[in-house]
């Protein structure tokens, strides 16, 4: 047995997987299995920022004098590369070990800028340090999804408002990663198309939800969406990962990116909190042409910058609920300055 | 096309159903489809509580001088009755209107009581509400299934203390009712008994996450809960849903919630939020003996009255992760006293 910081399962250091599973069949609700186990409380910050240049992180590392981006192992990994990764089983109860990598990226050496106020130029260099990280876990044998992420403010549990993310990157898929590559591969399988690329045709013809288009990218919100003001930005060619970007796409996803954070904050003029991730390609050796990489934002508010959409009571037990349609949550944006209002 | 408070979908009253599962199979992912639209802004309760006894609503109605339990229709209700049922299809886009009826019950005439600090007694007046509930709107043509829920809290998007609950009855089955329905029902064909009862038997066995048993219910903690005090209540025999269980069971089933959230509060000395709901089978007209009648508690709570569980990036985006083991969290109760806090 490893040591208690050492895997998702602090007391058994096995991923075991929703008993339902194996007992039914496609069971994904009673929520989602068992789940992994964070073996170590968050700490306050006490003497200043771990992610700023030149300070010293919890466990005595030194931060470089970076200019950019700069990326690290986190320091409180959820996921380790040396969890035990036995199977266990007894009757209707299953469970795995999960192994894996947990890395932070520093967006910018400036603890008080947000993607929002970051110059287009700026937000290539996280695009560029994100394609890094992608490649290099990618090739790991022991990894077979990497999972980028953003947690924004406060809100969605981020402690500390220095730009950042996060990349966890597993042995094996995580449970949305599962259901998109699933519903992405039969309907390659019918039309010889990916999904993702005939839906976002139908959208360009529609125009009704569309917030903004470049040469490469379109960002808008998705016919499905759940969260009050949930978008999705979409590769107009077929991109499967991110290290399949041109230099020039690589810059229109971050004017992408700029566009849609700009116009987040300025709907309720405060720093919009969100949670955002790419889903792209699993990284176990298979092709998957039927890939196409979208970026999802999930933010949680609703109606300022204080109140936000519960997702509770129904929701939980039955099915999301919208406030607002849409259309609604597309012309809502549309109508607002492309300028940010700390800026404008 | 109706007033634009009648249904899910304000723009244009259909459920649009989520394009994923008819382009391909069992898709779940990218959230779950083009989901209700509330119609009317929530109001704030200007001159006393709308819940109260002998007070007036909102719509001018006042409410009875009601001695125990009290239910009207939803006066915001986001499901209604008249919702138009047509069928929407434009190539990937699928969606089909839904209606409902929301009723809301107010669990006691006190103001200042929840369940953990009312008496099992008062607590069987709820049970007894929520059967008659149950049994009224499952011989309505229109509903085909019943929810039952309660929102408990601030933190879970409840603005009125007054404990009270909420029933949305709809045409259609919502997602999570349809997934527990397809899992059990594919056990049920090959086993010939109730997964969830073949899982209790387990469970009772294992003894590792069982919170409280009585004659007639057990309160545990399911070995998938994703939510750090997630429990779970089942009856001990075959009850497929609510207006099965006996007199005796009635109360067994109160003095179990009674005894939960008792320690809820217990655990941080505070009015412990949470959503709890019963799944039940569907009352669509089949038998459905597959069925198991579940309450499920989903609390955000994980270390104070104040620290929530963040359910963000990697949770929304990939799998859930704990923060402590389900054992864990069946522990650190076991060892609470049974006496509330306030009447210790
Ligand atoms: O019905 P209420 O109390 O107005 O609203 C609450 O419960 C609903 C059903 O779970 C949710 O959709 C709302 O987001 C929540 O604030
Ligand atoms: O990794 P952090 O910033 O400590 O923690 C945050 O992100 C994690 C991954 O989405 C979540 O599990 C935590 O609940 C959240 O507080």
Redesign the pocket.
Known sequence: MGPISNGWFATCHKRRKRFFDLAGKGRSTFSSGRVPVKPLPKLTIPFGCFLCPGNTRINGETNPDYEHTFVFDNDFAALTEDSPKQVFEDGLLKAEGESGICRVICFSPRHDLTLALMDVDDIVHVVDAWVAQYEELGIHPDISYAQIFENRGAMMGCSNPHPHGQIWASRHLPNEAIKESTTQLAYHDEHGKPLLLAYLEQELALDERILFQNEGFVVLVPYWAVWPFETMVLPKRHIRSMEEMTADERLQLAEALSKLTIRYDNLFKTSFPYSMGFHQRPVDGEPHDEWQMPAHFYPPLLRSATVK????????LGSP?R?LTPEQATQKRLDLPETHYLKG
Chains 1, 2 share one sequence.
């Open positions: 959409k519960f997702m509770v009571g129904f929701e939980l609920q406030d």
